[in-house]
Protein backbone atom coordinates (compact mmCIF):
# COMPACT_ATOMS: atom_id res chain seq x y z
CA UNK A 1 0.00 0.00 0.00
CA UNK A 2 1.21 3.56 -0.84
CA UNK A 3 1.80 5.91 1.53
CA UNK A 4 3.48 9.64 1.93
CA UNK A 5 4.40 10.52 5.78
CA UNK A 6 4.60 14.48 6.48
CA UNK A 7 6.44 15.95 9.66
CA UNK A 8 5.77 18.09 11.46
CA UNK A 9 2.21 17.90 11.45
CA UNK A 10 1.81 21.42 13.33
CA UNK A 11 4.47 24.31 12.94
CA UNK A 12 4.06 27.75 14.93
CA UNK A 13 6.33 30.44 13.59
CA UNK A 14 7.07 33.79 13.76
CA UNK A 15 7.04 36.57 10.75
CA UNK A 16 10.87 36.59 9.38
CA UNK A 17 11.49 32.67 10.15
CA UNK A 18 13.00 30.00 7.62
CA UNK A 19 10.57 26.72 8.01
CA UNK A 20 11.72 23.45 6.68
CA UNK A 21 8.35 21.07 5.89
CA UNK A 22 9.40 17.41 5.62
CA UNK A 23 7.61 14.65 3.04
CA UNK A 24 8.38 10.82 3.13
CA UNK A 25 7.43 8.26 0.61
CA UNK A 26 6.36 4.97 -0.30
CA UNK A 27 4.94 4.96 -3.74
CA UNK A 28 4.76 2.24 -5.92
CA UNK A 29 6.00 2.95 -9.44
CA UNK A 30 7.07 6.32 -8.03
CA UNK A 31 6.92 9.01 -11.01
CA UNK A 32 6.34 12.66 -9.21
CA UNK A 33 6.34 14.18 -5.79
CA UNK A 34 4.14 17.40 -5.89
CA UNK A 35 3.39 20.02 -2.92
CA UNK A 36 0.27 21.89 -2.90
CA UNK A 37 -0.97 24.81 -0.42
CA UNK A 38 -4.58 24.46 0.92
CA UNK A 39 -5.97 27.82 2.52
CA UNK A 40 -9.90 27.65 2.86
CA UNK A 41 -10.66 26.16 -0.07
CA UNK A 42 -9.18 23.76 -2.82
CA UNK A 43 -5.28 23.11 -2.90
CA UNK A 44 -3.54 25.05 -5.15
CA UNK A 45 -0.10 23.29 -7.02
CA UNK A 46 3.32 24.92 -5.88
CA UNK A 47 5.73 22.21 -7.00
CA UNK A 48 6.17 18.93 -9.27
CA UNK A 49 9.54 17.12 -8.80
CA UNK A 50 10.81 14.10 -10.64
CA UNK A 51 14.24 14.53 -10.37
CA UNK A 52 16.21 13.77 -7.60
CA UNK A 53 18.88 16.42 -6.70
CA UNK A 54 16.97 19.67 -8.57
CA UNK A 55 15.95 22.37 -7.16
CA UNK A 56 12.66 24.44 -7.91
CA UNK A 57 12.32 27.56 -6.74
CA UNK A 58 9.37 30.06 -7.08
CA UNK A 59 9.81 32.89 -4.92
CA UNK A 60 10.43 31.99 -0.98
CA UNK A 61 9.68 28.82 -2.01
CA UNK A 62 11.86 26.22 -2.67
CA UNK A 63 11.65 22.30 -3.01
CA UNK A 64 14.16 18.94 -3.75
CA UNK A 65 13.33 15.56 -4.01
CA UNK A 66 16.07 12.69 -2.64
CA UNK A 67 14.84 9.82 -4.80
CA UNK A 68 17.52 7.18 -3.32
CA UNK A 69 16.28 8.57 0.46
CA UNK A 70 12.74 9.05 -0.66
CA UNK A 71 11.97 11.51 0.77
CA UNK A 72 11.34 15.57 -0.73
CA UNK A 73 11.27 19.01 1.67
CA UNK A 74 9.96 22.43 1.37
CA UNK A 75 11.75 25.27 2.62
CA UNK A 76 9.96 28.62 2.89
CA UNK A 77 12.26 31.58 3.79
CA UNK A 78 11.15 34.96 5.28
CA UNK A 79 7.42 33.54 6.51
CA UNK A 80 4.62 35.94 5.84
CA UNK A 81 1.51 35.81 7.80
CA UNK A 82 -0.19 35.22 3.98
CA UNK A 83 2.27 31.76 4.77
CA UNK A 84 -0.24 30.49 7.14
CA UNK A 85 -2.06 27.33 5.71
CA UNK A 86 -1.88 23.20 5.14
CA UNK A 87 0.52 22.29 3.48
CA UNK A 88 0.31 18.84 1.44
CA UNK A 89 2.49 16.46 -0.27
CA UNK A 90 1.52 13.98 -2.67
CA UNK A 91 3.38 10.73 -4.55
CA UNK A 92 1.97 10.70 -8.39
CA UNK A 93 2.32 6.71 -9.21
CA UNK A 94 2.65 5.72 -13.48
CA UNK A 95 1.27 2.91 -14.80
CA UNK A 96 3.54 -0.06 -17.04
CA UNK A 97 3.48 2.21 -19.46
CA UNK A 98 5.08 5.39 -17.90
CA UNK A 99 2.01 7.53 -17.95
CA UNK A 100 -0.08 8.79 -14.95
CA UNK A 101 -3.31 8.39 -14.11
CA UNK A 102 -3.56 10.86 -11.84
CA UNK A 103 -3.40 8.90 -9.02
CA UNK A 104 -1.72 10.44 -6.46
CA UNK A 105 -1.47 9.33 -2.26
CA UNK A 106 -1.28 12.54 -0.28
CA UNK A 107 0.72 12.89 3.15
CA UNK A 108 -1.91 14.04 6.30
CA UNK A 109 -0.95 18.03 5.67
CA UNK A 110 1.18 20.16 7.91
CA UNK A 111 -0.14 22.81 9.27
CA UNK A 112 1.97 26.08 9.72
CA UNK A 113 0.87 29.18 11.48
CA UNK A 114 2.71 32.48 11.06
CA UNK A 115 2.13 34.94 13.65
CA UNK A 116 2.74 38.38 13.08
CA UNK B 1 -11.73 29.14 -18.63
CA UNK B 2 -13.62 28.54 -15.74
CA UNK B 3 -11.31 25.91 -14.49
CA UNK B 4 -12.60 23.03 -12.30
CA UNK B 5 -16.35 23.33 -11.28
CA UNK B 6 -18.30 21.41 -8.63
CA UNK B 7 -21.85 21.69 -7.39
CA UNK B 8 -23.30 22.03 -4.83
CA UNK B 9 -20.98 23.66 -2.52
CA UNK B 10 -22.92 22.07 0.63
CA UNK B 11 -25.41 19.42 1.11
CA UNK B 12 -26.88 17.94 4.18
CA UNK B 13 -28.35 14.17 3.84
CA UNK B 14 -29.92 11.96 5.90
CA UNK B 15 -28.99 8.50 6.26
CA UNK B 16 -29.80 6.92 3.44
CA UNK B 17 -30.52 9.09 0.78
CA UNK B 18 -28.85 9.40 -2.07
CA UNK B 19 -27.14 12.02 -4.38
CA UNK B 20 -25.10 13.02 -7.04
CA UNK B 21 -22.04 15.68 -6.58
CA UNK B 22 -21.56 16.92 -10.13
CA UNK B 23 -18.03 18.16 -11.61
CA UNK B 24 -17.29 19.37 -14.48
CA UNK B 25 -14.02 20.99 -16.42
CA UNK B 26 -13.32 22.97 -19.58
CA UNK B 27 -9.67 22.81 -20.28
CA UNK B 28 -10.24 19.55 -22.17
CA UNK B 29 -7.92 17.02 -19.28
CA UNK B 30 -8.03 13.33 -19.87
CA UNK B 31 -7.36 12.49 -16.50
CA UNK B 32 -10.32 13.52 -13.67
CA UNK B 33 -10.24 12.43 -9.84
CA UNK B 34 -12.73 12.58 -7.05
CA UNK B 35 -11.14 12.60 -3.43
CA UNK B 36 -12.10 13.06 -0.33
CA UNK B 37 -10.48 15.40 3.04
CA UNK B 38 -10.86 14.18 6.22
CA UNK B 39 -9.47 16.15 9.19
CA UNK B 40 -6.07 14.68 9.96
CA UNK B 41 -6.19 12.36 7.04
CA UNK B 42 -5.27 14.17 3.63
CA UNK B 43 -6.65 13.46 0.67
CA UNK B 44 -8.15 9.82 0.09
CA UNK B 45 -8.55 9.01 -3.70
CA UNK B 46 -12.22 7.44 -4.34
CA UNK B 47 -12.50 6.99 -8.08
CA UNK B 48 -10.42 7.97 -11.37
CA UNK B 49 -10.98 8.51 -15.05
CA UNK B 50 -8.28 8.38 -17.42
CA UNK B 51 -11.00 9.27 -20.38
CA UNK B 52 -14.01 9.16 -21.29
CA UNK B 53 -15.81 5.91 -20.67
CA UNK B 54 -12.80 4.58 -18.66
CA UNK B 55 -13.21 4.63 -15.00
CA UNK B 56 -11.31 2.76 -11.79
CA UNK B 57 -11.21 2.62 -8.02
CA UNK B 58 -8.84 4.87 -5.66
CA UNK B 59 -8.34 3.95 -1.94
CA UNK B 60 -12.17 4.51 -0.68
CA UNK B 61 -14.67 3.39 -3.42
CA UNK B 62 -17.04 1.73 -0.59
CA UNK B 63 -20.36 3.65 -1.07
CA UNK B 64 -19.56 5.62 -4.34
CA UNK B 65 -20.32 4.99 -7.95
CA UNK B 66 -19.00 7.26 -10.78
CA UNK B 67 -19.02 7.06 -14.57
CA UNK B 68 -17.72 9.38 -17.50
CA UNK B 69 -19.57 9.64 -20.32
CA UNK B 70 -18.06 13.08 -21.90
CA UNK B 71 -14.50 14.44 -20.95
CA UNK B 72 -16.16 17.11 -19.52
CA UNK B 73 -17.83 16.12 -16.69
CA UNK B 74 -17.22 13.35 -13.59
CA UNK B 75 -19.79 12.99 -11.42
CA UNK B 76 -19.98 10.94 -7.92
CA UNK B 77 -22.47 8.97 -6.98
CA UNK B 78 -23.66 8.56 -3.54
CA UNK B 79 -25.65 5.30 -3.44
CA UNK B 80 -27.07 5.26 0.15
CA UNK B 81 -25.64 8.53 2.70
CA UNK B 82 -23.77 7.01 5.56
CA UNK B 83 -22.86 9.61 8.66
CA UNK B 84 -19.24 8.07 7.48
CA UNK B 85 -19.28 9.92 4.44
CA UNK B 86 -19.53 13.26 5.89
CA UNK B 87 -16.19 14.99 4.50
CA UNK B 88 -14.95 17.79 2.03
CA UNK B 89 -15.20 16.14 -1.25
CA UNK B 90 -12.24 17.75 -4.52
CA UNK B 91 -12.72 17.16 -7.98
CA UNK B 92 -9.49 17.40 -10.03
CA UNK B 93 -8.19 17.08 -13.21
CA UNK B 94 -5.14 16.90 -15.01
CA UNK B 95 -3.40 16.93 -18.42
CA UNK B 96 -0.31 15.32 -18.19
CA UNK B 97 1.48 13.77 -15.22
CA UNK B 98 0.27 14.61 -12.20
CA UNK B 99 -2.72 16.40 -10.72
CA UNK B 100 -2.93 20.40 -10.65
CA UNK B 101 -6.25 21.28 -11.04
CA UNK B 102 -8.73 21.19 -8.16
CA UNK B 103 -12.12 22.06 -7.52
CA UNK B 104 -13.66 24.33 -4.88
CA UNK B 105 -15.03 21.39 -3.35
CA UNK B 106 -18.06 20.11 -1.92
CA UNK B 107 -18.86 19.99 2.18
CA UNK B 108 -21.07 17.00 2.00
CA UNK B 109 -22.83 16.14 5.69
CA UNK B 110 -24.73 13.22 6.81
CA UNK B 111 -27.16 13.10 9.81
Known amino acids: EDKVVQSPLSLVVHEGDTVTLNCSYE??????LLWYKQEKKAPTFLFMLTSSGIEKKSGRLSSILDKKELFSILNITATQTGDSAIYLC????????????????FGQGTILTVHP | NAGVTQTPKFQVLKTGQSMTLQCAQDMNHEYMSWYRQDPGMGLRLIHY???????DQGEVPNGYNVSRSTTEDFPLRLLSAAPSQTSVYFCASSYGQGIKYFGPGTRLTVT
Open chain 2, 49 to 55: SVGAGIT
Open chain 1, 27 to 32: VTNFRS
Open chain 1, 90 to 105: AGASQNAGGTSYGKLT
